[in-house]
């Protein structure tokens, strides 16, 4: 990096306070705005005082600065198309203006906007700071060198930023996590696992064979030294998938199950954040260990 970098973090809730945290533990200046009244106590709690970072309700002054702006505010069009329009017109004109949005691509925000070639989906798996994907995603306007320079800036943070030429509801990780919850919903409402069971099988087949190694790459080593075009050709037998309930009384039903497993409120869910960051930096250092290559850290209490 030859010069310290700036991150605008727009809208400081869940998302935009996770990526403050990661440019801030990688040497970044951070400037967040959010309208909340609370902002200032926020970051306080978060950064305490430091000259790295600072906070504003002025959106105009926290981008002025910014190599990379990155948007968290609401998932609202209306409201995504307004902070666009203000921050194409106070960052500097080479700085990448990005959208974590989750559904909202960047054709639909620059729709009436001109010269908007630095804008662009950057769509971070939560939490930011502790999962390494970014899906990138330019929009019809989107200059491919801001594409470039999205990819660069998001590997200097240590993520693993991935193109996605063609935006689809859900983009692609969603779309996967969506597909699995759906049958695991099904499998649950159907009486054939519980909650429980059904988290203890993924865990220990699906979710930590993937966290090591990819799903087609597994489909090589399912098919043997015949490869995926062995287990293409016939290993395993053709089953049709379930779709989960609609009714409100058994989506109630599953969600007290859910509760029964795992908890519900604000303690609780302090405890889960906690269990979840040690244990998934726990699996990032072993993966950096074996791979020899240095550990990237998310600090702890997300
Ligand atoms: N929560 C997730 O799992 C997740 C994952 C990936 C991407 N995203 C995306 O990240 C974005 C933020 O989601 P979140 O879960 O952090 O939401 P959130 O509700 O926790 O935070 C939104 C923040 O935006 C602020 N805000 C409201 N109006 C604003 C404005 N005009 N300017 C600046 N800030 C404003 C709010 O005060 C709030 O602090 C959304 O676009 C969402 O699709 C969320």
């Not at 660069?152 to 859900?170: F, Q």
């Not at 064979?209 to 075009?229: D, Q």
């Amino acid at each position: 990096m030859s010069s310290q970098r700036t991150m605008a973090v727009v809208g400081a809730g869940v998302i935009g306070l996770s990526w403050a945290r990661l440019a801030h533990r990688h040497g970044w200046r951070v400037a967040i705005t959010d309208p909340r009244p609370d902002l200032g106590e926020l970051v306080a709690a978060e950064f305490g005082s430091d000259d790295r970072v600072s906070w504003t309700a002025d959106l105009t002054e926290a981008v002025r600065s910014a190599d990379l702006v990155q948007e968290n505010g609401p998932e609202r069009l209306a409201v995504k198309q307004q902070l666009f329009a203000e921050i194409l017109r106070a960052a500097p004109a080479d700085a990448v203006l990005a959208t974590s949005s989750s559904s909202i691509t960047a054709s639909l925000i620059a729709a009436d906007l001109d010269n908007a070639g630095r804008i662009l989906v950057g769509h971070p798996f939560n939490p930011p700071e502790l999962m390494p994907l970014v899906e990138v995603l330019p929009g019809k306007k989107t200059d491919e060198s801001t594409v470039t320079r999205a990819v660069a800036l998001y590997s200097e943070l240590d993520r693993v930023p991935v193109v996605i030429r063609k935006a689809m509801p859900g983009f692609v990780a969603n779309r996967l996590q969506m597909a699995l919850s759906a049958e695991a919903r099904y499998l649950v409402q159907s009486g054939v696992v519980s909650v429980e069971d059904l988290d203890t099988i993924l865990q220990n087949s699906l979710g930590l064979r993937w966290a090591t190694i990819g799903l087609f790459e597994g489909n090589v080593l399912g098919g043997g030294p015949g490869g995926a075009r062995h287990l293409f050709a016939g290993v395993g037998a053709e089953v049709e998938l379930g779709k989960p309930s609609a009714d409100p009384e058994a989506r109630e039903q599953l969600i007290e199950s859910i509760e029964n497993a795992y908890g519900s409120g604000e303690q609780n869910y302090r405890r889960l954040v906690d269990k979840r960051d040690r244990r998934t930096n726990a699996v990032l250092e072993a993966l950096a260990k074996v791979d020899d290559r240095p550990a990237v850290h998310a600090s702890p209490n997300v």
